[in-house]
Every structure is written in C-alpha cells, then in structure tokens.
C-alpha cells in the first residue's frame, strides 16, 4: 500500500508550518522574466482538489505538473524520477527538517536549471529534489505531480489568479496593473512567505485578530496554531484526526469549524478549521506573532492580484464565493493508483464515520458509484461526491481487500463537522 496520506483536504500540512529547510547558502535565487516586449501572459491551470497545478518546463524538457505554493520558499522537485529524466549532474546531498515522526530526510540541490513558466523564464534557479516522495502528491492528486513552485516565481511578477477562469495572469513586477474594482490587503513578507491579517471569529463567539500565512498551496481553509503560546479553544463540535503529512511525518489534532472569518472588507462563515497539534506543529513555529495559514479553500473564494513588492493583495469575490464550507461526509480516505490513476484504494477509515459504521476497510477498492465505474472519473470528482449532502444516499460497489468479490451497498453521508 502506498504512503496514507493523511487527511484528503489537508495535504498541505506539508510545507504549512515553513519546513525549516537546512539549505547551504550556495543556492542562488534567481528571478524569472517576461520578454521585454511582453507586457503580460496568461498560463492555465488545473484546480485539483482546491490546489493549483501549473504547467512548467524545466531546461527546454516538459511540460511537468507542479502546485503553486505562495507557502513555500524554494523549488522543490518531489519526483525523483524528474532528476533522471533530466540529465542532472553534480547534485549535492542535504538534510531537510520538518514536522511528525519521521528523522530528517535526504534531498539534493540541483545544479542551476532553466525554468519556464509560459512566457516568464528563469535562467539560473536551484532546485532541492527529495530523494524520496514522502507526499505521495501524485496519488494524492489523481494525476502525475513532479514538484512545487513557489517563492521565487511570486517574488518576480505580479500574479493574478483567476480561480473563474483557471487562468494566471503575469506581469512584470513594476507593471501599474492593479485588479479592478478589488479590495486591497497588505501583506508582509517573512522568511519567503506572505503574511495578512484577517478577524477570525471562533465558536464561542470571541473574535481575534490574526496574523496567517496566505497559502495558495494548502488545500485546507484555515489552520489556526496558536496565540501568544497558548492553543486555541476547540469548538464544542469536533473530530479527532489526522491533518496532514508534513516532511517529518503525519500531523496530528482537531477539524471544527469558526463561525466567521473577516478577509479585508469580506466575510465567510462557518469555515472548516484544523487545529494542529501543539506537539507536533506550534512549538516549532519561529515567526513572531504568527497564528496559523489560510489555505487556498478560502483563498478560491476570491480572484486575487498578489504583488509581494509593493506589499499588496487584491481581493474580489469569484465564483466561489457564496459556496459553503463542507468536509469528508463519508470518512474514507481514497489513493489513486499509478501509472493510470484511475483505480482508487481507500488508504484510511476516519473512526466513528459512515465508512467505519458499512465495514469498510483500509485496503479496499472503490469499483464505482451510483453505477458509474471509478475508472471513468477523476479522484477530484469522487472528492466532491463524498462532500455533497448530509443524509445523500450513494450506491457503492466495493471490493473488499483479499477478495474476488465485491459488495454493493447503499452509503449514507453524514456531515462529523
């Protein structure tokens, strides 16, 4: 079986909490560039279970399928097999720290690569390339995933992310383009990532003034760690469970919700939260003041305008914007399997759900629902099947691990948060 990743919307406990990287200070940082006679560019995207995958090319070879992570201070290939594919030569080994269990992992930096992303292009950019796929980004995603792309590309151009459209729009970084009609939010940048302020309303009806990463590559909503040392109540209404998986190992705590989260001039309510634990993520958090991370399921609720060097985000309401908050109903946790992604194995069953109270198993297969086989679907359709209504009646076609035979049940969704 393949690496459980952890909570389906949650994979980006990943780099959500800074990962620490121990990287010599050789590595260059390079800028990436339109052409002078290009004022802007606009790249599609795939939006993937609430991440963003863009396409990039990595010296003249591609295109490769990476996430678009305002949370994450370098290129990090998480496909080894990309490095071969390459040709790369003279990698040197390091050490990566970061959060769970594990010890710290092996990786290399590459030797300078030339990366593009549709017109804008970077020359001279050093990657660290894991030696091991510990995020199973892949199987997490449904299709084939070979890295992350973050601070470096935000850090050149103007971004404009247009989650109605599935489009970016690049800029070069003194251009005048602003989003029209958007509300403007400040943020700061620290240790490569972008911090805002938002009023966060909890459960008992205190409202606090936080201090979060904006995290384009967190599928979650919001994670709220901590303030001034001392955990955040839990709401009354709770599940225990597994948040993530970060390069340590899985992440640990509490999914619930908060009754409001003021962004700019903007309010959402009853957002699903996690609430790490403090053992595991809080007490290894350095950046002063710092409270959690919204994640990009809040983040999709908007058209955004992301300008790190003056500072400034851009917000208006997109598509999503009226869309209620709702997690897992069915407490399965699903992997595609390579090299199709179109078989799904349940990797965990969330104790006390739907999935545990029909005997389902880790090991398991999903063969089809409703009648229509898996096979025909991608893992982002299933994702939002198993989110969508309380009390929804499905019928599953299940082979049992071990077996020849599968079952069929009737499977009753039941909204836990």
Same mark, same amino acid.
């Given at each position: 079986?393949?690496? /459980?990743?952890?909570?389906?919307?949650?994979?980006?406990?990943?780099?959500?909490?800074?990962?620490?990287?121990?990287? =010599?200070?050789?590595? /260059?940082?390079? *800028?990436? +560039?339109?052409?002078?006679?290009?004022?802007?560019?606009?790249?599609?995207?795939? &939006?993937?279970?609430?991440?963003?995958?863009?396409?990039?090319?990595?010296?003249?070879?591609?295109?490769?399928?990476?996430?678009?992570?305002?949370?994450?201070?370098?290129?990090?290939?998480?496909?080894?097999?990309?490095?071969?594919?390459?040709?790369?030569?003279?990698?040197?080994?390091?050490?990566?720290?970061?959060?769970?269990?594990?010890?710290?992992? *092996?990786?290399?930096?590459?030797?300078?690569?030339?990366? *593009?992303?549709?017109?804008?292009?970077?020359?001279?950019?050093?990657?660290?390339? +894991?030696?091991?796929?510990?995020?199973?980004?892949?199987? @997490?995603?449904?299709?084939?995933?070979?890295?992350? &792309?973050?601070?470096?590309?935000?850090?050149? +151009?103007?971004?404009?992310?247009? @989650?109605?459209?599935?489009?970016? $729009?690049?800029? =070069?970084?003194?251009?005048? @383009?602003? &989003?029209?009609?958007?509300?403007?939010?400040? !943020?700061?940048?620290?240790?490569?990532?972008?911090?805002?302020?938002?009023?966060?309303?909890?459960?008992?009806?205190?409202?606090?003034?936080?201090?979060?990463?904006?995290?384009? $590559?967190?599928?979650?909503?919001?994670?709220?760690?901590?303030?001034?040392?001392?955990?955040?109540?839990?709401?009354?209404?709770?599940?225990?469970?597994?948040?993530?998986?970060?390069?340590?190992? =899985?992440?640990? $705590?509490?999914?619930?919700?908060?009754?409001?989260?003021?962004?700019?001039?903007?309010?959402?309510?009853?957002?699903?939260?996690?609430?790490?634990?403090? %053992?595991?993520?809080?007490?290894?958090?350095?950046?002063?003041?710092?409270?959690?991370?919204?994640?990009?399921?809040?983040?999709?609720?908007?058209? +955004?305008?992301?300008?790190?060097?003056?500072?400034?985000?851009?917000?208006? =309401?997109?598509?999503?914007?009226?869309?209620?908050?709702?997690?897992?109903?069915?407490?399965? *946790?699903?992997?595609?399997?390579?090299?199709?992604?179109? %078989?799904?194995?349940?990797?965990?069953?969330?104790?006390?759900?739907?999935?545990?109270?029909?005997?389902?198993?880790?090991?398991?297969?999903?063969?089809? !629902?409703?009648?229509?086989?898996?096979?025909?679907?991608?893992?982002?359709?299933?994702?939002?099947?198993?989110?969508?209504?309380?009390?929804?009646?499905? &019928?599953?076609?299940?082979?049992?691990?071990?077996?020849?035979?599968?079952?069929?049940?009737?499977?009753?969704?039941?909204? %836990?948060?």
């Amino acid at each position: 079986m393949p690496f /459980c990743k952890s909570k389906t919307e949650l994979f980006k406990l990943i780099l959500f909490l800074d990962l620490f990287f121990s990287i =010599p200070g050789s590595l /260059c940082a390079q *800028e990436f +560039l339109l052409p002078p006679q290009k004022k802007k560019d606009i790249v599609p995207f795939k &939006l993937v279970k609430d991440l963003i995958v863009i396409p990039v090319n990595i010296n003249d070879r591609g295109p490769f399928n990476f996430i678009l992570d305002t949370g994450v201070g370098l290129v990090l290939i998480t496909d080894y097999t990309l490095a071969d594919s390459l040709q790369l030569e003279n990698i040197r080994n390091f050490k990566i720290t970061g959060f769970g269990e594990r010890e710290d992992l *092996e990786a290399f930096i590459s030797p300078a690569l030339r990366i *593009e992303v549709g017109a804008a292009k970077a020359v001279a950019i050093n990657a660290a390339i +894991l030696k091991k796929d510990v995020f199973n980004l892949s199987e @997490y995603i449904g299709m084939p995933i070979h890295g992350i &792309l973050g601070y470096e590309f935000f850090k050149s +151009l103007i971004v404009r992310i247009s @989650y109605n459209n599935q489009v970016l $729009g690049l800029y =070069p970084e003194n251009s005048s @383009y602003l &989003l029209r009609k958007g509300f403007k939010i400040p !943020i700061s940048i620290e240790e490569h990532k972008p911090y805002l302020e938002a009023s966060v309303t909890l459960s008992n009806g205190e409202r606090v003034k936080t201090k979060l990463v904006m995290d384009t $590559g967190a599928g979650h909503p919001l994670s709220l760690e901590n303030r001034a040392g001392v955990p955040f109540p839990l709401p009354d209404v709770n599940i225990a469970d597994n948040l993530g998986v970060g390069l340590a190992g =899985p992440i640990s $705590g509490y999914l619930g919700r908060t009754s409001e989260v003021i962004l700019g001039k903007y309010m959402l309510k009853d957002v699903i939260t996690a609430f790490p634990d403090y %053992r595991d993520v809080v007490s290894r958090v350095l950046v002063p003041g710092r409270n959690g991370n919204l994640g990009n399921s809040v983040l999709k609720h908007f058209e +955004l305008v992301i300008d790190y060097n003056r500072g400034s985000l851009y917000v208006k =309401p997109s598509i999503y914007f009226k869309d209620r908050f709702e997690h897992d109903m069915s407490g399965l *946790e699903i992997t595609s399997m390579a090299p199709d992604f179109n %078989r799904y194995v349940i990797s965990r069953v969330a104790p006390n759900s739907p999935a545990e109270w029909q005997g389902i198993s880790a090991g398991d297969e999903l063969l089809s !629902i409703n009648l229509k086989p898996v096979e025909q679907m991608s893992l982002n359709e299933i994702t939002d099947i198993f989110k969508s209504g309380d009390d929804r009646n499905l &019928l599953l076609d299940i082979l049992p691990r071990g077996s020849s035979e599968k079952r069929k049940m009737i499977f009753t969704l039941k909204r %836990r948060i």
